[in-house]
Nanobody
Framework: QVQLVESGGGLVQAGASLRLSCTAP????????WGWFRQTPGKERELVSA????????YYADSVKGRFTLLRNSNKNMVDLLMADLKPGDTAVYFC?????????????????????WGQGTQVTVSS
């Protein structure tokens, strides 16, 4: 079972920036499809951003477009989520996920049930 390792969450004030990182130490996920999701208590998990496998096409939720950037670092077998101008509405537990097949499309990447492996989640809290 592959376990993704997330880091970078924390408590910040509105307007601040954070960088979340996700890596897969035990397997090579170079040029695979990754996704970042977030969840708050009582709500369904929502897709924040995703990148397809070999095409590298990206998706951003409207709520984060222009503020968040997904970076896939193939050399380090990891993916980062750069979050700028954070708002209290961004408060959530953030999860990364990955699919092993390079053909993982952006359409698939937008469906959380298509992912094979998940991280344990990292808390991001934004105070007003």
């Amino acid at each position: 079972q592959v376990q993704l390792v997330e880091s970078g969450g924390g408590l910040v004030q509105a307007g601040a920036s954070l960088r979340l990182s996700c890596t897969a130490p035990e397997r090579d996920f170079n040029r695979r499809g990754w996704g970042w999701f977030r969840q708050t208590p009582g709500k369904e998990r929502e897709l924040v951003s995703a990148i397809a496998g070999s095409t590298s096409s990206t998706y951003y939720a409207d709520s984060v477009k222009g503020r968040f950037t997904l970076l896939r670092n193939s050399n380090k077998n990891m993916v980062d989520l750069l979050m700028a101008d954070l708002k209290p509405g961004d408060t959530a537990v953030y999860f990364c996920a990955v699919h092993y097949q390079p053909s993982f499309s952006l359409t698939q990447a937008m469906n959380e049930h298509e992912y094979e492996y998940w991280g344990q989640g990292t808390q991001v809290t934004v105070s007003s």
